[in-house]
């Protein structure tokens, strides 16, 4: 799976960072990044409760097979 985070939907309420913090991170536009692109199971499950609670939908898990997203970092 994939993780990706929304810029244009992002609001940099930061949830996702101090909740998951081994995956998100605030960046210096003050809007989430993605640390990693790539996540392993054990990581999918963080990921998708951060998915959850995201207030403005912009966390995304798509399926690596069928998507590549060349600026998200490693
Ligand atoms: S929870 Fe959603 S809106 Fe808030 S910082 Fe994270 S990605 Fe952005």
């Given at each position: 799976m994939k993780l990706r985070v929304d810029p244009e939907r992002?609001?940099?309420?930061g949830h996702c960072h101090r909740e998951v913090p081994e995956l998100f991170a605030r960046g210096a536009d003050g809007l989430c990044q993605a640390k990693r692109s790539a996540l392993e199971l054990p990581q999918v499950a963080l990921a998708m409760g951060a998915l959850d609670r995201c207030p403005n939908g912009a966390i995304e898990l798509l399926d690596a097979d069928y998507f590549d997203f060349p600026n998200v970092g490693p």
């Open positions: 992002c609001a940099g309420s």
